[in-house]
């Protein structure tokens, strides 16, 4: 019987699905940002502490709240 390699297609798919990169920055204190919180009035980047702490005051007028700080658990 022939083997399928199924374990690293996985891992891409897993990898692809985060829009967050290194290259976004946390707007508070310019840390990896894992929160992209989407306001009428434009974007704005969080880290995981910065995320959760106004998590709060401005999810509730969001238009969009992406939180990737799972990636921080996951690797
Ligand atoms: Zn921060």
Redesign the pocket.
Known sequence: MTQMATDTTAVDELGSRYQLSAADR?D??G?QAYVRATMASGELL??A??GAKFKDKLQPDAVEWLDESAKLTAS
């Open positions: 946390c508070s204190c840390a969080f880290c502490h910065h």
